[in-house]
């Protein structure tokens, strides 16, 4: 368990303005410094961001980036370049309203130095099909555009996002092989904040000011946590039941609904899910870049859920430089871990088909 304090100091030096944090990493106690003259994301980001895959999600999530400030300069990689060339243009000319960041279509070997490399090639849901319908044709691509990440960008953070993303997560931890905590899944960073907004909807405060998490699949059988759920400093039930609002059974399925399908509702109406994920990659890019040690719920490889060895999915993950820093074990109630189990088996279950596919490929 890794234990923080808030900034327990803070002093001016040569003109920098430090703030120490304690924090405790494998119970090891250590001070950080952190200048924080200006927020890496008002001077526009140093980092160099890759893509792969300039459709819907790829795009917007090129366009949050520059639009944050969270990158200085993003590269565009599609199968189709033309595609890629005109977002990057379109794109390129919003910039100067923002900040002096620069974005460009480019090609493997244009992702030299990029810290991150975010992968949104494949195939997409179509209306009626679940994100494990897409894996055998997902694993096809992978095949064909991790190898030449890994070639490229040895040192770079991977950040899946192509469905089924904890599976592919998987995928791409053995076609790269890279250290398995600088390849990342985006997880369920996306349905904890649809939660976090629906009970912030309900309860009549910011999505921000709520602490709660979705954890295991991004899909079917994720899990909603409503027995650690807090927002200023008490229990949401409790909190729900003040303002008169109180968590029953019906709402708790009405929220649990609104959670788990919204993606399908979104596809039906205008054919893909994009804006969401979008703000979810680039706050998982902004953690990493402002090596932050933030708790998301990001999807990476655990030696143990619930029972289940060598599976991919999302549990409250410390995020910062290096990728997972560390992984956090939540308190969950019997029919939450009974959940948590279960959806842990459905990844392995699917993570190995997938292992194997890649397999039969080599032989
Ligand atoms: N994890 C999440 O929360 C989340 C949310 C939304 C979508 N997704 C997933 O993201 C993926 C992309 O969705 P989308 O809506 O952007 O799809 P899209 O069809 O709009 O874009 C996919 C892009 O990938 C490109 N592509 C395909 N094969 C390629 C290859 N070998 N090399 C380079 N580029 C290639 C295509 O040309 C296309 O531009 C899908 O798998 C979708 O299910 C995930």
Same mark, same amino acid.
């Given at each position: 368990m890794t234990g923080f304090n808030e900034a327990d100091k803070v002093i001016s030096s040569g003109g920098k303005i430090l703030v120490y944090i304690e924090v405790h990493e494998f119970l090891r106690p250590r001070k950080i410094a952190l200048d924080v003259r200006?927020?890496?994301?008002?001077?526009?980001?140093?980092?160099?961001?890759?893509? &792969?895959?300039?459709?819907?999600?790829?795009?917007?999530?090129?366009?949050?980036? &520059?639009?944050?400030?969270?990158?200085?300069?993003?590269?565009?990689?599609?199968?189709?370049?033309?595609?890629?060339?005109?977002?990057?243009?379109? &794109?390129?000319?919003?910039?100067?309203?923002a900040y002096a960041n620069k974005i460009k279509a480019g090609n493997y070997e244009d992702l030299k130095g990029a810290e991150i490399v975010i992968v949104t090639a494949g195939a997409n849901q179509k209306p009626g099909e679940t994100r494990i319908d897409l894996l055998g044709r997902n694993v096809k691509i992978f095949e064909s555009i991790i190898p030449q990440i890994a070639?490229?960008?040895?040192?770079?953070?991977?950040?899946?996002?192509?469905?089924?993303?904890?599976?592919?997560?998987?995928?791409?931890?053995?076609?790269?092989?890279?250290?398995k905590e600088r390849v990342i899944g985006s997880g369920t960073v996306l349905d904890t904040s649809r939660f976090r907004t629906l009970l912030g909807y309900h309860l009549g405060v910011s999505p921000q000011s709520i602490h709660a998490y979705v954890l295991g699949e991004h899909g079917d059988s994720e899990v909603l946590i409503w027995s650690a759920g807090d927002a200023g400093s008490i229990h949401i039930e409790d909190l729900a039941r003040m303002v008169g609002k109180p968590l029953t059974p019906e709402v708790k399925a009405e929220i649990d609904d609104g959670v788990r399908n919204s993606a399908y509702k979104i596809i039906d109406g205008k054919g893909a899910t994009f804006y969401g994920i979008a703000g979810a990659l680039s706050r998982i890019c902004q953690a990493i870049s402002n090596n932050e040690y933030a708790i998301l719920t990001v999807?990476?490889?655990?030696?143990?859920?619930?029972?289940?060895?060598?599976?991919?999915?999302?549990?409250?993950?410390?995020?910062?430089?290096?990728?997972?820093?560390?992984?956090?074990?939540?308190?969950?109630?019997?029919?939450?871990?009974?959940?948590?189990?279960?959806?842990?088996q459905v990844m392995k279950q699917y993570s190995d088909q997938a292992l194997a596919m890649i397999d039969a490929t080599a032989k």
């Amino acid at each position: 368990m890794t234990g923080f304090n808030e900034a327990d100091k803070v002093i001016s030096s040569g003109g920098k303005i430090l703030v120490y944090i304690e924090v405790h990493e494998f119970l090891r106690p250590r001070k950080i410094a952190l200048d924080v003259r200006l927020n890496p994301s008002e001077k526009g980001g140093n980092m160099k961001v890759g893509i &792969i895959g300039a459709g819907a999600v790829g795009s917007a999530t090129a366009f949050a980036l &520059i639009m944050k400030g969270v990158a200085r300069k993003v590269v565009l990689i599609d199968a189709n370049e033309k595609k890629a060339q005109a977002e990057a243009m379109d &794109i390129a000319h919003a910039a100067p309203f923002a900040y002096a960041n620069k974005i460009k279509a480019g090609n493997y070997e244009d992702l030299k130095g990029a810290e991150i490399v975010i992968v949104t090639a494949g195939a997409n849901q179509k209306p009626g099909e679940t994100r494990i319908d897409l894996l055998g044709r997902n694993v096809k691509i992978f095949e064909s555009i991790i190898p030449q990440i890994a070639k490229n960008a040895p040192d770079t953070t991977l950040i899946i996002t192509a469905n089924p993303a904890d599976i592919m997560t998987e995928v791409a931890i053995k076609l790269s092989g890279f250290p398995k905590e600088r390849v990342i899944g985006s997880g369920t960073v996306l349905d904890t904040s649809r939660f976090r907004t629906l009970l912030g909807y309900h309860l009549g405060v910011s999505p921000q000011s709520i602490h709660a998490y979705v954890l295991g699949e991004h899909g079917d059988s994720e899990v909603l946590i409503w027995s650690a759920g807090d927002a200023g400093s008490i229990h949401i039930e409790d909190l729900a039941r003040m303002v008169g609002k109180p968590l029953t059974p019906e709402v708790k399925a009405e929220i649990d609904d609104g959670v788990r399908n919204s993606a399908y509702k979104i596809i039906d109406g205008k054919g893909a899910t994009f804006y969401g994920i979008a703000g979810a990659l680039s706050r998982i890019c902004q953690a990493i870049s402002n090596n932050e040690y933030a708790i998301l719920t990001v999807s990476s490889h655990h030696e143990d859920v619930e029972g289940v060895k060598g599976v991919c999915l999302s549990l409250p993950t410390v995020i910062g430089k290096r990728g997972v820093h560390q992984v956090i074990k939540p308190h969950l109630n019997e029919a939450e871990a009974k959940a948590l189990r279960e959806s842990a088996q459905v990844m392995k279950q699917y993570s190995d088909q997938a292992l194997a596919m890649i397999d039969a490929t080599a032989k």
